[in-house]
């Protein structure tokens, strides 16, 4: 190649990965912003250490182990199996250190909290070995990868945080708007309590394992999805975590705006021993539905999440449900499976109406659909069905805040017009994607030859 060919060709590429470099340092620099604006909420509001405390303290002090072990999982996505090996192998070989330390100390540590550390020190290790002993593509990569480890970790505190700012800056509660619009669906949440009462205890721990468990899940799909990073040396243009993210950092924006406790803890007994029936507006939930009646907010504690409005459980399982169809037969099972499953928990359990689940069905896809139209640059029939979920997602939560009573009144009109505003955003989303990958399946245009000049 002529090197004035290989100077524009370095020019294209340096082009073309500068928007990229300014993408990754404007949502870092987001990121940093929020952290530090919860920690001043957190502070302020209710008295307690942010999510960069926390984040701090578990370099030391004993962690929750679930996130950051899931999290290191994530990292090693961009490792050889040689160096995840290793960094499994540090990673618990830390902790036992730390557990020792802590015992021969006699150090307090909260039951279940005893490891951590370890997958939190290889993560920040591999961020240092990418910067001190990597360069060019394989730096970048190792770095990404941390950075979707921590991401999760972080992600996870953030929503923590978030639910604590709810229920400190929050003291009524709209449980009443949505136990009246809940008519319209039949008051799903008391009837499925009342089934989940009648199956016994198996299908009540079965239920609330998969309820407890859906990060793990949602991490199985997750390195499935991302198994061949490491010899690709780069990741899928989107991948289910993405998804999660946004879901998590979006959704608590809408608690704000529609503080809701849920069934168990407005009309019955609460749930480990935060709410109770002192605060409940009747000891009503699972057998007898609440009476139609004009709502109005009911003042609650300051202990209780208001995380119900959308429900983000459903959200997440519906989106681990559509990243699960392009897998082998076991995992598309699963995901149908964990959707079911934790439909019936969110119900059953008494943490969410059913008007929640039509909510956040709406709510999944409109941000499935949002990232994925960016990733394709704003193409003009992702646009239309982000604008019409929005839409619909936002008529939802109007039609539940001031129309309850009418809708309880006109169940039989209601309930239909409702599962069919979900299912006219299910249907675009299908058709939308479906049109996108029939485009990606086309063949490339061949190029067209130049005409050659006629002999003389």
Same mark, same amino acid.
Request: net charge positive.
């Given at each position: 190649?002529?090197?004035?060919?290989?100077?524009?060709?370095?020019?294209?590429?340096?082009?073309?990965?500068?928007?990229?470099?300014? $993408?990754?340092?404007?949502?870092?620099?987001?990121?940093?912003?929020?952290?530090?604006?919860?920690?001043?909420?957190?502070?302020?509001?209710?008295?307690?250490? @942010?999510?960069?405390?926390?984040?701090?303290?578990?370099?030391?002090?004993?962690?929750?182990?679930?996130?950051?072990?899931?999290?290191?999982?994530?990292?090693?996505?961009?490792?050889?199996?040689?160096?995840?090996?290793?960094?499994?192998?540090?990673?618990?070989?830390?902790?036992?250190?730390?557990?020792? =330390?802590?015992?021969?100390?006699?150090?307090?540590?909260?039951?279940?909290?005893?490891?951590?550390?370890?997958?939190?020190?290889?993560?920040?290790?591999?961020? =240092?070995?990418?910067?001190?002993?990597?360069?060019?593509?394989?730096?970048?990569?190792?770095?990404?990868?941390?950075?979707?480890?921590?991401?999760?970790?972080?992600?996870?505190?953030? @929503?923590? /945080?978030?639910?604590?700012?709810?229920?400190?800056?929050?003291?009524?509660?709209?449980?009443?708007?949505?136990?009246?619009?809940?008519?319209? $669906?039949?008051?799903?949440?008391?009837?499925?309590?009342?089934?989940?009462?009648?199956?016994?205890?198996?299908?009540?721990?079965?239920?609330?394992? =998969?309820?407890?468990?859906?990060?793990?899940?949602?991490?199985?799909?997750?390195?499935?999805? %991302?198994?061949?990073?490491?010899?690709?040396?780069?990741?899928?243009?989107?991948? +289910?975590?993405?998804?999660?993210?946004?879901?998590?950092? +979006?959704?608590?924006?809408?608690?704000?705006?529609?503080?809701?406790?849920?069934?168990?803890?407005?009309?019955?007994?609460?749930?480990?021993?935060?709410?109770?029936?002192?605060?409940?507006?009747?000891?009503?939930?699972?057998?007898?539905?609440?009476?139609?009646?004009?709502?109005?907010?009911?003042?609650?504690?300051?202990? /209780?999440?208001?995380?119900?409005?959308?429900?983000?459980?459903?959200?997440?399982?519906?989106?681990?449900?559509?990243?699960?169809?392009?897998?082998?037969?076991?995992?598309?099972?699963?995901?149908?499976?964990?959707?079911?499953?934790? %439909?019936?928990?969110?119900?059953?359990?008494?943490?969410?109406?059913? =008007?929640?689940?039509?909510?956040?069905?709406?709510?999944?896809?409109?941000?499935?659909?949002?990232?994925?139209?960016?990733?394709?640059?704003?193409?003009?029939?992702?646009?239309?069905?982000?604008?019409?979920?929005?839409?619909?997602?936002?008529? %939802? +939560?109007?039609?539940?805040?001031?129309?309850?009573?009418?809708?309880?009144?006109?169940?039989?009109?209601?309930?239909?017009?409702?599962?069919?505003?979900?299912?006219?955003?299910?249907?675009?989303?299908?058709?939308?994607?479906?049109?996108?990958?029939?485009?990606?399946?086309?063949?490339?245009?061949?190029?067209?030859?130049?005409?050659?000049?006629?002999?003389?």
């Amino acid at each position: 190649m002529p090197i004035v060919d290989q100077v524009f060709s370095r020019t294209d590429i340096a082009a073309r990965r500068r928007p990229q470099v300014l $993408l990754w340092a404007a949502a870092g620099v987001a990121a940093l912003a929020l952290l530090v604006a919860l920690e001043i909420a957190a502070r302020r509001y209710a008295g307690v250490p @942010g999510p960069l405390t926390t984040q701090v303290r578990e370099v030391i002090f004993a962690p929750k182990p679930g996130p950051l072990y899931g999290g290191m999982a994530l990292m090693m996505v961009v490792l050889t199996w040689r160096q995840r090996f290793i960094a499994a192998g540090a990673a618990i070989g830390i902790d036992v250190v730390f557990v020792l =330390v802590r015992w021969a100390i006699g150090a307090e540590v909260p039951e279940g909290h005893y490891f951590g550390n370890g997958a939190l020190w290889v993560m920040l290790g591999c961020a =240092v070995i990418a910067l001190t002993r990597r360069t060019g593509r394989e730096r970048t990569l190792m770095l990404k990868g941390v950075a979707l480890g921590l991401l999760l970790v972080a992600g996870r505190k953030i @929503g923590d /945080t978030w639910l604590l700012i709810t229920a400190k800056t929050r003291p009524t509660v709209l449980d009443p708007y949505l136990a009246t619009a809940d008519h319209a $669906l039949g008051n799903p949440s008391w009837a499925m309590g009342r089934v989940l009462d009648a199956i016994g205890p198996v299908g009540d721990r079965l239920l609330e394992t =998969v309820y407890a468990q859906l990060a793990v899940a949602a991490i199985v799909v997750a390195l499935y999805q %991302l198994r061949n990073v490491a010899t690709e040396r780069r990741f899928p243009r989107h991948h +289910l975590v993405r998804t999660f993210l946004a879901i998590g950092l +979006l959704g608590p924006a809408i608690y704000m705006i529609f503080p809701v406790v849920g069934p168990v803890f407005a009309y019955g007994p609460g749930a480990s021993g935060t709410g109770g029936v002192q605060w409940a507006v009747a000891d009503l939930w699972p057998h007898t539905p609440p009476p139609v009646h004009i709502p109005h907010p009911v003042p609650y504690d300051t202990i /209780t999440p208001r995380n119900c409005m959308p429900s983000l459980h459903t959200a997440w399982a519906t989106a681990i449900f559509i990243h699960t169809r392009k897998g082998p037969r076991l995992l598309r099972f699963a995901g149908a499976f964990w959707l079911v499953a934790t %439909l019936s928990a969110t119900l059953g359990f008494g943490y969410h109406y059913g =008007v929640d689940l039509v909510a956040g069905v709406v709510f999944s896809l409109t941000i499935e659909t949002a990232l994925r139209t960016y990733d394709r640059g704003w193409d003009r029939s992702g646009i239309r069905l982000v604008a019409y979920g929005t839409a619909v997602f936002a008529a %939802l +939560l109007a039609a539940y805040r001031w129309l309850p009573v009418e809708m309880a009144e006109h169940r039989w009109v209601s309930g239909p017009l409702l599962i069919l505003a979900m299912a006219s955003v299910i249907y675009g989303y299908v058709r939308t994607t479906r049109r996108w990958q029939a485009k990606e399946r086309e063949p490339a245009p061949m190029p067209r030859a130049e005409p050659q000049p006629e002999l003389v």
